[in-house]
């Protein structure tokens, strides 16, 4: 199964061009954000947030990436081949699962390997004097932390889209839960409790907890805390992607 969906993934040209475009975005917007980000009296801000911040956009790429991988098959028809071929079709999503997972993982590896870079070589020139090494545990942490975050928004993403198998009602589905809860604790404005009980069960504020270095003691989850809120979110997404498979005619 794993061979039929790897063969499947790497013959696609919109896999290719997909992932190009997750890492071309992330690093570029992480490098035009960094060039433009100047200390302040009030402070420097983190430093690996700041150098990661193409992620808020290379995440949607990542999730039409993932959402494609099963709702292409379902559009073309392709998906009565692969069951008539694999009737077990659990097993076939946890191929894509795998699949997926690989492809994302390795394009986010350069993605933040790239951002990092771009903020350790401009940031200490925009009074970022004690930038911290690369090498550290904090940053290494945020930036493994990212790969693995951008890896489990393709997995929610699979997860949905295979719940729906529209790919545009996918799509709209996971940006919409994506950037719904950030929308909502902004609105909501001066109920301070609230907006923490939010941000604790938003996939992406809590998920993105991971990349931050500094203020930890303010944060309402700790960094892996945040991303294992995002893991649970991937995980019922899943489950729920599963279920309809499983029990729902293809």
């Not at 994506?178 to 809590?206: C, E, K």
């Amino acid at each position: 199964m794993l061979s039929a969906e790897w063969t499947k993934a790497r013959t696609l040209s919109s896999t290719l061009w997909l992932l190009a475009g997750a890492i071309a975005v992330t690093i570029a917007l992480s490098a035009g954000v960094v060039a433009a980000t100047r200390c302040t009296s009030v402070g420097c801000g983190d430093p690996a947030r700041v150098s990661l911040t193409g992620t808020y956009l290379g995440q949607a790429i990542v999730a039409v990436l993932a959402v494609l991988a099963i709702s292409d098959e379902y559009s073309t028809g392709m998906i009565h081949l692969t069951f008539t071929a694999m009737p077990r079709r659990v097993p076939v999503l946890a191929a894509k699962a795998a699949v997926l997972t690989a492809l994302v993982f390795a394009a986010g590896v350069i993605a933040v390997l790239g951002s990092m870079l771009a903020g350790r070589l401009m940031l200490p020139g925009n009074g970022f004097s004690d930038y911290p090494s690369l090498a550290s545990g904090p940053m290494l942490r945020a930036a493994f932390g990212t790969v693995l975050y951008l890896a489990l928004i393709a997995l929610l993403s699979l997860g949905l889209a295979t719940a729906v198998r529209e790919a545009a009602v996918a799509i709209g589905c996971v940006l919409g839960l994506l950037f719904l809860f950030p929308l909502i604790t902004a609105f909501i404005g001066g109920n301070a409790t609230l907006q923490r009980h939010l941000d604790q069960i938003s996939p992406m504020t809590a998920g993105l907890y991971i990349q931050a270095t500094t203020g930890l003691r303010s944060l309402p989850l700790t960094p892996w805390q945040g991303l294992g809120v995002l893991a649970l979110w991937a995980a019922g997404a899943l489950l729920l992607g599963s279920l309809i498979l499983h029990w729902r005619d293809a």
